[in-house]
């Protein structure tokens, strides 16, 4: 069968098989890693479809037709990690260029974007994109991309795809929109307008915490043709080995979203009615404020939630007390990371910007993986009363 066979079935089927026949050689039913570094040429003057596996990969360029069929694009590009995507996509901007991204993203993105990317002419600003006419708001000549995550990290606040595409479509400048936090089984921001999306593939879609990676996705032939220009040019692209597992947790992410999403509610529950507890922020609540767009813009609520206890010593006395929940950095396994973004996740932005953006020192940031609900609903109540 070919990836053609199956573009208009259910997502857990494409995720199981779109570019992943199984070997015609051997008829192994899972596709073989390609580890090898270079390809023969049969005959001098006749290269094949792959030369050298910076530049082409079998095993890779599955992968890129995996997502990209989940993702509703006509391409996707695989990387070497987060950063690298988010790296390359802004190397489709001249020098000068003027970027609007929102005040709560990751640390590593703020990082790239402040201590890297804008030594080389960018200028970034940060709005609230919640707020479209925010957006509008920071509008300069030199305005050529728009850049946001929705939800957020890690204050899972949204911005409204449509109406951000509708501004940006306007006025002929590319919408970048970090999906990492739903995966492509909850939100699909290029059916909402957006340009290119891009995820860490470390997280939900590989699923297993054994792998880094990256990937970007796009409708817009020339976007994609630059972009494995400069991945093959850079030499940012995706390892062979790394490829070959993030398929293969790929074939789980829709079981592994289910079951997530069912413990976070579980989990919000607690949250929400413990004293202890001052501000829960999940999307999936009433009071959330973007809570109807959600509903509306989402296949479901996510399996992230941060909550805000009193100070850093409260966090340490909770997270110190975990023993079912992980402390560590990351997100998307199937083991439940927790983390305080402050003096982890986001220690990279300054103290008093990082406040400013809501990042406080009692925030708390929680990844629900697959263990039983019960047992980590236990382990958050126990950690909870030593407050």
């Known amino acids: 069968m070919s990836k053609r066979d199956f ?40 290269p094949g479809k792959y030369i050298y596996s910076r530049s082409g990969n ?11 069929a989940l993702e509703s694009a006509q391409h996707g590009i695989a990387f070497a990690s987060g950063c690298a995507a988010t790296d390359s996509i802004m190397r489709l901007l ?24 804008r030594d080389t002419g960018l200028n970034f600003e940060y709005v609230d994109t919640t707020q479209v006419d925010a957006i509008s ?5 030199e305005t050529a991309m728009v850049y946001i995550e929705t939800p957020t990290n890690p204050l899972m606040a949204m911005t409204d795809l449509r109406a951000v595409a509708d501004l940006t479509r306007e006025r002929d400048v590319r919408l970048v929109v970090d999906n990492t936090f739903m995966s492509p089984y909850l939100q699909r921001p290029l059916e909402h307008g957006a340009d290119l999306v891009l995820h860490s593939t470390t997280k939900y879609i590989n699923g297993h ?6 990937v970007v996705m796009t409708n817009d032939d020339d976007d994609a043709e630059r972009l494995v220009f400069l991945a093959k040019s850079v030499g940012a692209t995706l390892s062979p080995f790394e490829a070959w597992l993030i398929q293969r947790g790929v074939k789980t992410l829709a079981v592994r979203m289910d079951r997530s999403q069912d413990t976070t509610e579980r989990i919000v529950d607690l949250l929400v009615e413990h004293p202890k ?36 010593d409260a966090v340490k006395r909770l997270l110190d007390s975990l023993t079912v929940f992980t402390l560590a950095e990351s997100l998307g396994g199937v083991e ?32 629900v993986g697959i263990e039983d609900a019960d047992d980590l609903i236990a382990d958050l109540s126990q950690g909870l009363e030593r407050l």
Not at 58 to 68: G, I, K, Q
Not at 137 to 141: E, G, L, Q
């Open 336 to 367: 439940t990371l927790i983390s305080n973004p402050a003096s982890m996740t986001h220690a990279s932005i300054p103290k008093e910007e990082r406040e400013a953006r809501g990042v406080r020192d009692g925030l708390i940031r929680i990844s």
């Open 209 to 214: 915490s054994d792998s880094i990676g990256g």
């Open 7 to 46: 573009l208009d079935t259910g997502f857990s089927t494409r995720a199981v098989h779109v570019g992943q026949d199984p070997d015609p050689e051997t008829g192994a039913v899972i596709p073989p890693l390609h580890a090898t570094s270079t390809f023969v040429q049969k005959e001098f003057g006749q």
């Open 58 to 68: 079998p095993t890779r360029s599955a992968l890129e037709a995996n997502l990209a």
């Open 94 to 117: 001249p020098p000068g260029s003027h970027v609007i991204a929102g005040t709560d993203l990751y640390g590593g993105t703020y990082r790239l974007f402040e201590q890297v990317l």
């Open 137 to 141: 708001a920071a509008w300069r000549d």
């Open 277 to 312: 507890v001052e501000r829960v922020y999940y999307p999936g609540l009433e009071s959330h404020p973007q809570h109807e767009l959600a509903k509306r813009q989402m296949d479901g609520f996510g399996g992230m939630v941060a909550f805000e206890v009193a100070d850093m």
